[in-house]
């Protein structure tokens, strides 16, 4: 008898933490490599022809969240004889970094966030990278949403993307299932000394 009572409480708690909603759970999560695959696409072809403002900002506003298309309509759009539009640049700031959208692309979900990263080998050219990691942190607002581009990502985040399985949803999410979160440190205002670009608070 007490075996099968010790046998039906691990049944009930295995339940309830298959059942625990989170970003990757099956039916609850957008593709989220192929969304910001097509949100670099977008910032990208804002350079083919001038626009209005307002043009520029539907574009964006399925992908970004308003904060984030604020930031980068001021860092990146200019005006021209054909309205505004972005100019080519060898870095400009608030872009999508180039993940390679493979098994080297890494999702981790943290407090309700998701955070797609890739370690990028160390570049040579006009702008150098050395080796790092490089991602962008989507929020819930009106629907999954890009809030940050992150040129410096947390250890703590690092650590989390080297250390979850490659989970496939057929259909579905196609992308990383990060395992249990656990606390992390806060970290303010993260600021990479090569570039001097102040990132938002990441973390509250």
Known sequence: MKIKIVIGCLMSITLLIVNVPNAFAEGNAPNFLQFAKNASEVQVSLSEKGRSISKIEEKLSPYFTETFIDQFIEENIVETEEGYQTLGSDFALYYIPYFSYSDRTK??????????????????????????????????????????????????????????????????????????????????????????????????
């Open 107 to 204: 999702l981790v979900e943290y407090k309700d966030q998701v955070y797609i990263v890739e370690n990028f080998d160390e570049q040579e050219g006009p702008v150098a990278f050395p080796e790092s990691y490089q991602g962008v942190r989507l929020t819930k607002e009106d629907g999954w949403k890009i809030a940050d581009v992150l040129w410096v990502v947390p250890k703590e985040i690092i650590k989390k993307a080297q250390s979850t399985d490659v989970k496939e949803f057929e259909g579905k999410s196609g992308i990383l299932i990060a395992p249990l979160i656990s606390p992390i440190s806060t970290i303010h205002n993260i600021i990479p000394v090569f570039w001097q670009y102040k990132n938002e608070v990441l973390f509250k």
